[in-house]
């Protein structure tokens, strides 16, 4: 069955950068468009980005435009989120998914940015 395991969430200061990795099993990841998804405190869950089917294409929601980047690595399975000039309007529970609204995706790792 599909397995998703985010890794790479901790505290940083504003303008900090994280870099959050998603290790994918159980399916053909290559041939996988593959999503990240956020959860903000008390609010639903918020698209962030897509990689196309083998990371032709990228995609992103307006508020990480020019400051966050999708990658993935098909040799590892692994999807990864390079986020730079970190907000504390970026705080949030962080998932990898396989739709782009989050319904099949992992436990999250949790990204928090204090001023």
């Known amino acids: 069955q599909v397995q998703l395991a985010e890794s790479g969430g901790g505290s940083v200061q504003a303008g900090g950068s994280v870099r959050l990795s998603c290790a994918a099993s159980?399916?053909?990841?290559?041939?996988?468009?593959m999503f990240w998804v956020r959860q903000a405190p008390g609010k639903g869950l918020e698209w962030v980005s897509t990689?196309?089917?083998?990371?032709?294409?990228?995609e992103y929601a307006d508020p990480v435009k020019g400051r966050f980047i999708i990658s993935q690595d098909n040799a590892e399975n692994t999807l990864n989120l390079r986020m730079d000039s970190l907000t504390p309007e970026d705080t949030a529970l962080y998932y990898c998914?396989?739709?782009?609204?989050?319904?099949?995706r992992g436990q999250g790792t949790q990204v928090t940015v204090s001023t």
């Open positions: 159980g399916f053909t990841f290559s041939s996988t468009a």
């Open positions: 990689i196309s089917a083998a990371g032709r294409f990228t």
């Open positions: 998914a396989t739709d782009r609204r989050g319904t099949n």
